[in-house]
């Protein structure tokens, strides 16, 4: 009976890990190339909200996930580019900025679902592209962990080698590394300093708006007031600690899985029934910090880390 027990316990951790992890990690690669280049992105937390919002009403409106998550790309991609023109080219607060704009977007969303649909909850259509291997899914544990989840699981975890060889082996990547280290040498070696911000911050809108979408249209298939509830703000966390190494926010976005993934056992199995739900809630945040601090006592900020560059400075 106890084996039995803890046989479902841990499939149902192993299973819901990776995909409670997938929108922290995307939003994280991005946000790691956003940081490396010297900005810091706080309204990442806005632009998976918006995605979330704006996938999840053009699924509804189209009966398509595939729709949906197109949308929430575009969405992702355009707040890029905005936040580009406040950060880059005007050279706004980056805090101030990043922090009004993720606490608007609670406002908007909020609002504008309400006026779309009252109080009544629409449904989506049936979710589209779940990588379903009967025969592997059925082993004990791992099956359904590796074998049965949203394709968007297997292009996450595929990005991060991708974005770490980028980083690390290119010449792009060199460039961005050198924004953040000394922005000055970069633009007296040739560098466009303007326009690869601007590339960074498309690319992490893209893959915030990614992971806003998956968490409207595939991890909890429904939209709410503050859907996000902080995973933006995980995610720059997450790249602090790794100190903004892809191969190393994999391991800070699987930590944060296995806290929600066991925060939600724990509920789904009925055990600490006398505790608060607001503490086991609070459980995946308070131990991913701790994790990541424990790991990253010795992290070093880029010198150029959230300062805008003037070009008449040099």
Do not use: H
């Amino acid at each position: 009976m106890i084996d039995s027990i803890l046989t479902m316990f841990i499939t149902f951790i192993s299973a819901s890990m990776l995909r409670v992890a997938t929108p922290i990690l995307l939003a994280a690669l991005g946000e790691c190339y956003v940081q490396n280049a010297g900005i810091l992105n706080l309204g990442i937390e806005g632009i998976m909200l918006f995605s979330a919002f704006t996938g999840f009403l053009a699924a509804v409106a189209t009966n398509s996930s595939l729709i949906g998550l197109l949308a929430g790309l575009g969405t992702g991609l355009l707040l890029g580019f905005l936040l580009a023109v406040l950060y880059v080219t005007l050279k706004s607060d980056q805090i101030v900025v990043g922090i009004a704009f993720s606490l608007s977007a609670i406002g908007f969303t909020s609002l504008y679902f309400r006026l779309l649909y009252g109080t009544t909850l629409p449904k989506l259509p049936v979710k589209e592209w779940v990588i379903n291997i009967p025969e592997l899914a059925a082993i004990p544990i791992i099956g359904r962990m590796f074998f049965n989840q949203p394709f968007l699981v297997y292009v996450s975890i595929a990005l991060v080698p991708f974005f770490y060889y980028v980083l690390y082996k290119t010449r792009f990547g060199l460039k961005i590394r050198t924004l953040g280290e000394n922005p000055m040498v970069a633009d007296t070696a040739g560098v466009n300093v303007f326009l690869y911000r601007y590339i960074v911050m498309l690319i992490g809108g893209l893959l915030a708006g990614l992971g806003g979408a998956y968490l409207s249209l595939y991890q909890v298939s429904l939209f709410q007031d503050n859907l996000i509830q902080g995973r933006g703000y995980v995610a720059i966390a997450i790249v602090m600690f790794a100190r903004w190494n892809p191969l190393k926010i994999l391991g800070g976005a699987l930590l944060y899985g296995v806290a929600e993934a066991f925060a939600g056992a724990i509920q789904a199995l009925g055990y600490l029934r006398t505790v608060p739900a607001e503490i086991i809630l609070m459980l995946p945040y308070i131990i991913t910090i701790l994790g990541l601090v424990v790991l990253a006592r010795r992290a070093r900020f880029p010198p150029a880390f959230a300062r805008p560059y003037r070009r008449e400075m040099r």
